[in-house]
């Protein structure tokens, strides 16, 4: 691809000189770049990092699996069965890799570190503002998801430590899930979420990673070597529809989107060139697909049609393997809400302080007065939220949309205007078609998203 320069003068589009800064609030803590000034970086890109590239590879891998594996088992049923699943999935998976290169290689022509920095410095202001919107938003609802999740596995916890079912009449007011959930929100998210900096992110990438791999292991385990009581019911060979097959979409979107903090992690590398990372995201996505791809289809097969949109809470609660499962997505997603809280406020800190014309380094007392009641704001939303929307598989059908905005419809505008920035006379059939295939980005994203908006407002609120 030829090397462009894009939207170079910031000016142009309205962004202060505290752009990088704001680019800096969202870097993933995980990933090491050097300061970006005038002068530092070397012509051909960006200054260097210190990830290798297998640290690049497993840093992807982590950010890519997360709490949305439970969700995979339920999306093959929607699909309409294994087959369905598989080719669904292997479908997306060229866009989803793809959209992580044109990244890549977007952001090495604008000089830009982050992934809304990027959409800011190539498509221009309207789109940059619609990204940061978009990526409060959906770090919002991946808060309530993970809120929902750590209410869902506390409730069969509960019930085997009193030794009685789940829901029964009479239990103690303190078993009620509304109250454990918000004690467990107060206790510990409440804290993590209100420090400036979140550097205990290594810790937590530990545990998920752990979690995710020890629930895939479970879920295979039990497929293969089922307990008596577990019966699957109707497992189906064919989707009942096309718009079944949709409707998997955003999960898939949800599970595999990690492009957000995918530009950081290029960014970081020694190497930061377009055709190493694809290499690096190749890998990734195909690791990430096999543990995907694991639980869906055992978890599936295990129990047919019935599967619950959460396939922890299909296993029996006095299974003490799937117990242990349950505590380690609780540990992961009572540190991966602090961390996506963070990039959510520094989005809405960025806006606010843009739309106010106030530079990033202003008073610290100001600062912090603001982080703390936007915290507050922000936690006291999710949790009431959460409290009030039991079912989780809905949560994650909506943000599985915005999912689909990050992986085709932003990197789709940032390659078509990429190409059009390019000043041939006369354009090449490589321009044309990489035009036409970010057209197919932007088509393919913009229709999940509707898609997945419609059924919201029309299914789900006026049902």
Same mark, same amino acid.
């Given at each position: 691809?030829?090397?462009?320069?894009?939207?170079?003068?910031?000016?142009?589009?309205?962004?202060?000189?505290?752009?990088?800064?704001?680019?800096?609030?969202?870097?993933?803590?995980?990933?090491?770049?050097?300061?970006?000034?005038?002068?530092?970086?070397?012509?051909?890109?960006?200054?260097?990092?210190?990830?290798?590239?297998?640290?690049?590879?497993?840093?992807?891998?982590?950010?890519?699996?997360?709490?949305?594996?439970?969700?995979?088992?339920?999306?093959?049923?929607?699909?309409?069965?294994?087959?369905?699943?598989?080719?669904?999935?292997?479908?997306?998976?060229?866009?989803?890799?793809?959209?992580?290169?044109?990244?890549?290689?977007?952001?090495?022509?604008?000089?830009?570190?982050?992934?809304?920095?990027?959409?800011?410095?190539?498509?221009?202001?309207?789109?940059?503002?619609?990204?940061?919107?978009?990526?409060?938003?959906?770090?919002?609802?991946?808060?309530?998801?993970?809120?929902?999740?750590?209410?869902?596995?506390?409730?069969?916890?509960?019930?085997?430590?009193?030794?009685?079912?789940?829901?029964?009449?009479?239990?103690?007011?303190?078993?009620?899930?509304?109250?454990?959930?918000?004690?467990?929100?107060?206790?510990?998210?409440?804290?993590?979420?209100?420090?400036?900096?979140?550097?205990?992110?290594?810790?937590?990438?530990?545990?998920?990673?752990?979690?995710?791999?020890?629930?895939?292991?479970?879920?295979?385990?039990?497929?293969?070597?089922?307990?008596?009581?577990?019966?699957?019911?109707?497992?189906?060979?064919?989707?009942?529809?096309?718009?079944?097959?949709?409707?998997?979409?955003?999960?898939?979107?949800?599970?595999?989107?990690?492009?957000?903090?995918?530009?950081?992690?290029?960014?970081?590398?020694?190497?930061?060139?377009?055709?190493?990372?694809?290499?690096?995201?190749?890998?990734?996505?195909?690791?990430?697909?096999?543990?995907?791809?694991?639980?869906?289809?055992?978890?599936?097969?295990?129990?047919?049609?019935?599967?619950?949109?959460?396939?922890?809470?299909?296993?029996?609660?006095?299974?003490?393997?799937?117990?242990?499962?349950?505590?380690?997505? !609780?540990?992961? &997603?009572?540190?991966?809400?602090?961390? %996506?809280?963070? /990039?959510?406020?520094? @989005?809405?800190? =960025? +806006?606010? $302080?843009?739309?106010?014309?106030?530079?990033?380094?202003?008073?610290?007392?100001?600062?912090?007065?603001?982080?703390?009641?936007?915290?507050?704001?922000?936690?006291?939303?999710?949790?009431?939220?959460?409290?009030?929307?039991?079912? !989780?598989?809905? &949560?994650?059908?909506?943000?599985?949309? %915005?999912?689909? /905005?990050?992986?085709? @419809?932003?990197? =789709? +505008?940032? $390659?078509?205007?990429?190409?059009?920035?390019?000043?041939?006379?006369?354009?090449?059939?490589?321009?044309?078609?990489?035009?036409?295939?970010?057209?197919?980005?932007?088509?393919?994203?913009?229709?999940?998203?509707?898609?997945?908006?419609?059924?919201?407002?029309?299914?789900?609120?006026?049902?």
């Amino acid at each position: 691809m030829a090397q462009v320069s894009i939207n170079s003068d910031l000016g142009e589009w309205g962004l202060s000189t505290d752009s990088g800064e704001r680019a800096r609030l969202l870097q993933s803590p995980s990933v090491d770049i050097a300061p970006k000034s005038e002068g530092e970086a070397p012509p051909g890109g960006l200054g260097r990092g210190t990830t290798s590239t297998l640290g690049a590879i497993f840093i992807v891998v982590n950010a890519c699996l997360g709490a949305g594996l439970l969700n995979f088992p339920a999306a093959f049923s929607t699909a309409g069965g294994v087959a369905a699943g598989i080719t669904l999935q292997m479908a997306m998976l060229v866009f989803i890799i793809s959209g992580l290169v044109i990244l890549a290689y977007c952001s090495q022509a604008s000089n830009e570190r982050t992934y809304q920095e990027v959409v800011w410095a190539v498509c221009g202001k309207l789109t940059g503002v619609l990204c940061e919107v978009a990526i409060a938003t959906y770090t919002f609802g991946t808060c309530i998801a993970f809120l929902i999740i750590i209410g869902d596995q506390q409730d069969k916890i509960i019930a085997v430590m009193a030794k009685e079912p789940e829901g029964a009449g009479g239990s103690p007011w303190y078993t009620d899930r509304k109250f454990t959930i918000s004690l467990t929100a107060f206790l510990f998210i409440l804290p993590l979420s209100i420090p400036r900096e979140i550097g205990f992110q290594k810790y937590a990438s530990f545990l998920s990673v752990v979690g995710t791999w020890y629930v895939t292991a479970i879920v295979i385990i039990k497929y293969i070597w089922p307990d008596k009581e577990m019966t699957p019911a109707d497992i189906l060979n064919r989707p009942a529809s096309w718009i079944a097959v949709f409707n998997a979409m955003p999960t898939i979107c949800f599970g595999f989107q990690c492009h957000v903090s995918s530009v950081p992690v290029f960014n970081s590398m020694r190497r930061p060139e377009v055709k190493t990372w694809g290499g690096v995201v190749t890998a990734a996505m195909v690791i990430a697909l096999a543990v995907y791809m694991g639980t869906g289809i055992c978890g599936f097969l295990t129990f047919g049609a019935a599967v619950d949109p959460d396939v922890l809470l299909s296993y029996p609660s006095e299974d003490m393997a799937v117990a242990i499962a349950r505590a380690f997505i !609780i540990l992961s &997603v009572l540190t991966s809400y602090p961390i %996506l809280h963070f /990039c959510g406020r520094a @989005v809405v800190e =960025g +806006l606010w $302080l843009r739309y106010q014309g106030m530079p990033v380094e202003e008073d610290v007392g100001r600062e912090r007065r603001r982080r703390v009641l936007q915290t507050l704001v922000w936690f006291l939303l999710t949790l009431l939220l959460a409290l009030f929307i039991p079912d !989780i598989g809905k &949560v994650i059908s909506v943000i599985g949309g %915005l999912a689909a /905005c990050f992986i085709f @419809v932003f990197p =789709g +505008l940032c $390659l078509i205007q990429a190409k059009l920035s390019e000043m041939e006379e006369v354009k090449p059939a490589s321009w044309w078609a990489m035009v036409s295939y970010g057209v197919l980005l932007v088509t393919l994203g913009a229709f999940i998203f509707g898609q997945t908006t419609a059924n919201a407002i029309f299914v789900d609120l006026l049902a």
